[in-house]
């Protein structure tokens, strides 16, 4: 065997882990919103409205293939004992009582965080405060035939809700410390991710649905802002169903929350109102940039090929979150991705996001002409991009406390795009063993 084939079948032994998320479920949601945005397209559903049917279009696909096709409720990690009978009501009232109080108490405090957050009251969020206002009393009301439902089944009743609900109650000898904060972490992630995931739903839908099919196809250009947008839709899309099905039945929920304070800030420094990367922030690298449309304006070719890059990366960008299935949320552990893009590389979104910046705003070019713009921009984007290598390390630092997680990114050292370039352009080394130095001729 030569030593092609011997790497040939040293890969191919090399099994991916296997992922948590199916390839299907995503692709169940992602067919569904594309239905819908196509029927929205048709008849010119450009409203709000129409965003929040497009979760019900993604989100009841993705219920649908992993309930019935990737059966993600027999799962061991859910917690849930199908197996044997449920428990009688009367074993488990109680404490499903006093989980109910503990999940209405903490709803209540995010309820006071969005009424002190003057910027929950203003601009886009407006829409995000009206729905979670509205969708609210039916939560209220869901979560009492849900909880006690599911508390004659779970292994184990006592979790966060629990412990809080024991707090709330006045039995503090019964709530674990070590369990609340993971709680705590964990409502808070998904109190301040989803009402900024609602509160872009609107814009990103209107401006994929009301642009005409004329006007997105009258040049590359126009097509490609109009790929880029709808990338942001889908992503935003699947982001927002993600947090709203944080569910045992569905093995979604959250395994853990990172506990590290650095991951919170490098993650919270990627959102407003605390982003400094926004317009007029100290890390605004737009500042006298032309775009690559201006610059490559006399050179159509090349602004073709760079529209085409950017296009793609947009793809592999919604792509990473269409990964996710219906487990997409920032800063949890809720099971380990090894399909998708994620076969290609641990970051897809972020390596894209990126690379897609820089090729955008060519921030070492300046409309000015000043070369302290020049090297002001670049060493901004620079800074942005070292922010999110930065939140990078801080998520794994947290998944790799899961032995499956270690496993993952042990294989993407040996198997990633990067292991796999480098197997590439390696020389091929003779059947009797490696490569003599080379002496110069």
């Keep these: 065997m030569n030593a092609q084939s011997q790497i040939a079948a040293s890969f191919a032994a090399d099994e991916r882990p296997k992922s948590a998320v199916s390839t299907g479920v995503g692709l169940a949601g992602c ?126 009743v006592r979790d966060g809700a629990w412990h809080f609900g024991q707090l709330v109650a006045g039995r503090r000898h019964l709530a674990d410390p070590a369990v609340l904060q993971d709680y705590a972490r964990g409502w808070a992630i998904k109190g301040f991710f989803l009402a900024f995931m609602i509160s872009a739903l609107p814009y990103n839908w209107e401006v994929v649905i009301a642009p005409s099919s004329r006007d997105i196809t009258a040049n590359p250009i126009n097509f490609t802002i109009w790929l880029a947008h709808a990338s942001f839709m889908v992503d935003v899309s699947f982001a927002t169903v993600g947090y709203m099905l944080t569910l045992k039945p569905l093995d979604s929920h959250i395994r853990s929350a990172n506990p590290f304070a650095v991951a919170w800030i490098a993650a919270l420094l990627c959102y407003p109102p605390f982003s400094p990367m926004q317009g007029g922030g100290p890390l605004d690298y737009r500042s006298g940039t032309g775009e690559w449309t201006y610059w490559l304006d006399s050179w159509p070719l090349a602004m073709v090929a760079v529209g085409i890059a950017i296009a793609f990366l947009h793809c592999v960008y919604a792509w990473a979150t269409v990964a996710f299935g219906p487990r997409f949320s920032n800063l949890t552990h809720r099971g380990i991705l090894t399909h998708g893009p994620y076969a290609w590389t641990k970051h897809p979104a972020y390596i894209s996001k990126n690379i897609t910046w820089w090729l955008m705003t060519l921030p070492f070019l300046a409309t000015t002409g000043d070369p302290a713009d020049m090297i002001r921009n670049t060493a901004l984007l620079g800074i942005v991009s070292g922010v999110y290598y930065w939140r990078a390390r801080t998520e794994e630092r947290h998944l790799m406390a899961d032995p499956d997680y270690r496993r993952y990114a042990e294989w993407i050292e040996r198997n990633g795009l990067i292991a796999r370039l480098r197997r590439a352009f390696r020389p091929a080394e003779p059947e009797g063993g490696p490569l003599s130095p080379r002496l110069p001729a």
Aim: proline share 4%; aromatic share 14%; glycine share 10%.
């Design 31 to 156: 067919l569904g919103l594309l239905a819908w945005t196509a029927a929205s397209r048709a008849y010119g559903m450009v409203g709000p409205f129409a965003a929040l049917a497009a979760l019900v279009a993604c989100g009841v696909p993705m219920i649908l293939w992993s309930l019935l096709v990737d059966k993600v409720h027999r799962h061991a990690s859910t917690g849930i004992a199908w197996d044997r009978p449920a428990r009688p009501l009367r074993d488990t009232l109680d404490g499903s009582i006093v989980k109910i109080a503990g999940l209405w108490a903490t709803w209540a405090i995010i309820a006071f965080a969005y009424c002190i957050g003057r910027w929950y009251w203003d601009g886009q969020y407006l829409f995000a405060m009206y729905v979670l206002g509205i969708g609210s009393i039916g939560l209220l009301v869901v979560s009492i035939p849900y909880i006690i439902w599911l508390d004659r089944r779970v292994e184990d």
